[in-house]
């Protein structure tokens, strides 16, 4: 029962260097999202996938790209990292109404140098 | 703008005693829900409770309750019967705008139960 899979756990990158943070998810869901989470601040939304085909920016694109590569799996891409990148990241799904909770993974720690 | 305010960096409580966090938030929506969202150390995000906004009673899911007062446009999260491993983080979530269950959140309370 692995619910919301991410790799990698912890990853240290140098300023400048690109990165995919890779997601799956095995419940069926049609939503997923990633968020951030930096010290002493809640998570926010970086993008969302309302379905499968579909991606959408949310709260804080800037530096990042996404790709709904099928219904389970969800990659967010880091093309040029930043020291200001550096943050915990997760992945989320859900069904789509709105009553539903999202599930989310372990979280990857992000370091950029 | 939407907002989720929690006004309590840090609470502590005694094991077996109850406690309430606090969460207020802002919205013009006439629709939304509410969640609450526990992280313990090890960093995982925890679904607690749900509230949806028209929903005429509070949600309560074992030992957790959600007391909603939709006019004050409050969610707090009561924890009765404290346990030591109820010592974590605790979100407070909503539902922006625009639909597609997408989730603005609290800066978070770190809970600290004492023995």
């Known amino acids: 029962n692995a619910g919301v899979t991410q790799t990698p756990k912890f990853q240290v990158l140098k300023t400048g260097q690109s990165m995919t943070l890779q997601c799956a998810q095995d419940m069926n869901h049609n939503s997923m999202y990633w968020y951030r989470q930096d010290p002493g601040m809640g998570l926010r939304l970086i993008y969302y996938s309302a379905s499968e085909g579909t991606t959408d920016k949310g709260e804080v694109p800037n530096g990042y790209n996404v790709s709904r590569l099928n219904k389970r799996e969800f990659s967010l891409r880091l093309e040029s990292a930043a020291p200001s990148q550096t943050s915990v990241y997760f992945c989320a799904s859900s069904e789509r109404s709105s009553n539903q909770p999202q599930h989310f993974g372990d979280g990857t720690r992000l370091s950029i140098l | ?115």
């Open chain 2, 1 to 115: 703008a939407q907002k989720i305010t929690q006004t309590q960096p840090g609470m502590f409580v005694q094991e077996k005693e109850a406690v309430t966090l606090d969460c207020t938030y802002d919205t013009s929506d006439p629709s939304y829900g509410l969640f609450w969202y526990k992280q313990p150390s090890s960093g995982e995000m925890i679904f607690l409770i749900y509230q949806g906004s028209y929903d005429q009673q509070n949600a309560t899911e074992g030992r957790y309750s959600l007391n909603f007062q939709k006019a004050r446009k409050s969610a707090n999260l009561v924890i009765s019967a404290s346990q030591l491993g109820d010592s974590a983080m605790y979100f407070c979530a909503m539902t922006s705008s625009g639909g597609y269950n997408k989730l603005i959140f609290g800066a978070g309370t770190r809970l600290a139960v004492h023995p």
